[in-house]
């Protein structure tokens, strides 16, 4: 039995997902409690992906700056920056 069209089968014959990061953050989000995904680099090897959640404490052109729960101010640069958005309050 086929179901709008498609195969009956959870995901036979459908293309692959996939998922677009988008930079949801502007001015008015400083002090908000946000989850900054980013490109990390490393020491030696290519960069990580790495996510940062905390509260935005500055946002321009350049930088995003996060205060993780650990007390860290965490510098991304906006260039690095893969996605971001505002989340609940914990």
Do not use: S
């Not at 949801?24 to 400083?30: E, W, Y």
């Not at 500055?58 to 205060?67: K, P, T």
């Amino acid at each position: 039995m086929e179901h709008g069209g498609g195969p009956a089968t959870p995901g036979a014959g459908r293309a692959r997902l996939r998922y677009r990061y988008v930079l949801r953050l502007g001015p008015g989000d400083v002090g908000r409690r946000v989850v900054v995904r980013w490109r990390r680099p490393t020491v030696a090897g290519p960069d990580e992906v790495a996510d940062v959640l905390g509260q935005l404490e500055a946002l321009d052109d350049q930088v995003l700056r996060v205060r993780n729960r650990h007390g860290e101010l965490i510098v991304i640069p906006r260039a690095r920056a893969l996605a971001g958005k505002v989340v609940p309050p914990r």
